[in-house]
T-cell receptor, first 113, second 115 residues
């Protein structure tokens, strides 16, 4: 039972345009969400996070939006750059003190020069 | 800091053989996680430790899998006997409670191929 779903296995975007990666979750106990980025032959690295008390968090070119009623979050990258080409994982956790992260299946983003 | 160190980077073995994956977490981190990455299921949590004690092993597929953390600087994940369906990338990650919530630091992974 996949509690965190990334329904798009891949996405291609022109350099300079906006990349939008989507994530849905089913567990209403999740209250903290993260995005990780993974390059080939490397481990995932933390990118950005958002608490359920917010609906938006921004860090430079990266913005995460959270829609709790729809149990949906998205990652926006503006403008997209070739170095953004990677696999992006959405992750979620329930309540502070529970360090367990549940990850999605990932979306491979390719930025076309 | 050297980050989370995993060994070996690649392991090719035959079905039925024992496989041992190793992990050295970041010094000072009190949580250690073992994840498995497959195309179908993404990153699955297998087991995690807090202060060397297993907290949740509900993700361990079956009795063929076992994990230990004898001290704060070392952990192993063992598969015995291995099967072709165990082929995947296995990641170790660590974190510390005083840091940003749930922010994990991953190693580079072990690519396991069981023939």
């Amino acid at each position: 039972d996949q509690q965190v779903k990334q329904n798009s296995p891949s996405l291609s975007v022109q350099e300079g345009r906006i990349s939008i990666l989507n994530c849905d979750y089913t567990n209403s106990m999740f209250d903290y969400f993260l995005w990780y980025k993974k390059y080939p032959a490397e481990g995932p690295t933390f990118l950005i996070s958002i608490s359920s008390i917010k609906d938006k968090n921004e860090d430079g070119r990266f913005t995460v939006f959270l829609n709790k009623s729809a149990k949906h979050l998205s990652l926006h990258i503006v403008p997209s750059q070739p170095g953004d080409s990677a696999v992006y994982f959405c992750a979620a956790s329930a309540r502070r003190g529970n360090e367990k992260l549940t990850f999605g299946t990932g979306t491979r983003l390719t930025i076309i020069p | 800091d050297a980050g989370v160190i995993q060994s070996p980077r690649h392991e090719v073995t035959e079905m039925g053989q024992e496989v041992t994956l190793r992990c050295k977490p970041i010094s000072g981190h009190d949580y250690l996680f073992w994840y498995r990455q497959t195309m179908m299921r993404g990153l699955e949590l297998l087991i995690y430790f807090n202060n060397n004690v297993p907290i949740d092993d509900s993700g361990m597929p079956e009795d063929r899998f076992s994990a230990k953390m004898p001290n704060a600087s070392f952990s192993t994940l063992k598969i015995q006997p291995s099967e072709p369906r165990d082929s995947a990338v296995y990641f170790c990650a660590s974190s510390f409670r005083g840091g940003s919530r749930e922010k994990l630091f991953f190693g580079s992974g072990t690519q396991l191929s069981v023939l």
